[in-house]
């Protein structure tokens, strides 16, 4: 049996892909996964350099490929304070940055909105430090703390029938989650339109089981549904831990460990739980080995670098 086999009646299993590894790992892709994300090809950057002139070659091929093997696929990302064309802040004011998101928004609508389930809208806006909600990013230092009010309102516009997402990081932290859960209730009590709240889920061995529990408890209140969206555990309890050669028997275990009970957890949420989605396929190309120019092999998959199911793997079949 496969993952998206074990999985179905539960939610979608999906995982990160781009042009590349969609070839070199189509056979693992088709066999185990329901749900296709977008690494970066969709991403404001990679479709267009100033805001004008669009390029939709390589997130074309992917949307080829879901349409082909029968993939779902997850949009990301619309607004985001990375890897958005510098051309579109120089010389706007309000109406012209708005003007520009909502036609940017129309493209990719008309492009993808028939083919993809769920668009992460906005992404990573709340501020991790305690000071602020809103990150400090061109986008909220010309739109102000409505800028995602217009996001999703214009999302809705163009993407009729998508479900539309918040996505974030950190997102079990005590005090990120508090205001992730503010963000997301007060956009709901102004009636904008955010159908589903994206939890990333980036971890480490040393990750806490108990935040998670009382993160997902806290969210479970917003009455709108959960998608894990970039799911990765590094074996390494830290992003400072020096690197190794390989991970030691105490790091597999704690790394199955978490992956086995956090599956469980989301498994017990299944009826508000989406889907949920790895941040690639397999160890041999994963964006954790060159976070932050710090190269370091993470192992942070459910494969390992030939494709084959590790141990976290067949924990989480195990039910």
């Known amino acids: 049996m496969t993952l998206k086999e074990k999985y179905r009646g539960y939610f979608d299993i999906g995982a990160a892909v781009n042009t590349g590894t969609i070839v070199s790992h189509n056979e693992l892709i088709t066999r185990e996964f329901s749900s296709i994300t977008c690494e970066n090809e969709m991403k404001y ?6 805001g004008k002139t669009y390029n939709f070659a390589d997130a074309d091929a992917i949307a080829e490929y879901a349409k082909k093997n029968g993939l779902k696929v997850r949009m990301h990302t619309l607004l985001w304070h990375n890897q958005v064309p510098d051309a ?11 003007a520009t998101l909502k036609a940017h928004t129309q493209k990719i609508g008309e492009r993808y909105g028939k083919l993809i389930y769920v668009a992460d809208v906005a992404n990573e806006v709340v501020e991790d430090k305690e000071d602020y909600l809103y990150r400090r990013s061109k986008w909220y230092d010309i739109l102000g703390d409505t800028l995602l009010d217009e996001a999703f309102a214009y999302a809705a516009q163009y993407m009729p029938g998508v479900k539309l997402c918040y996505n974030d990081y950190n997102e079990m932290d005590p005090v990120k ?17 955010v159908h589903t709240l994206g939890l990333q889920a980036h ?28 799911m990765d555990i590094s074996v390494y309890p830290t992003r400072e ?27 017990e949420y299944k009826d508000i739980m989406d889907s949920v989605t790895t941040w690639g396929v397999a160890d041999d190309m994963t964006w954790l080995s060159r976070m932050r120019g710090v ?10 670098d030939d494709h084959q199911p590790k141990e976290a793997y067949h924990a989480i079949m195990d039910f």
């Open 177 to 193: 989650s508090k205001k992730i859960y503010e963000l997301v209730k007060g956009l709901l009590e102004r009636g904008a339109p």
């Open 241 to 267: 831990e020096p690197a190794v050669e390989k991970p030691s028997a105490d790091m597999i275990k704690k790394q199955v460990q978490l992956y086995r009970d956090a599956f469980a957890l989301f498994r």
């Open 45 to 50: 950057n990679r479709v267009t350099s100033d």
């Open 88 to 98: 579109i802040f120089e010389g706007a004011d309000k109406d012209a940055l708005l």
């Open 203 to 230: 971890w480490s061995i040393s990750t806490s089981l108990d935040d998670i529990k009382r993160a997902l408890e806290l969210y479970s209140k917003l009455g709108v549904s959960l998608q894990v969206t970039e």
């Open 295 to 304: 190269v370091r092999k993470n192992w942070p998959l459910l494969f390992d």
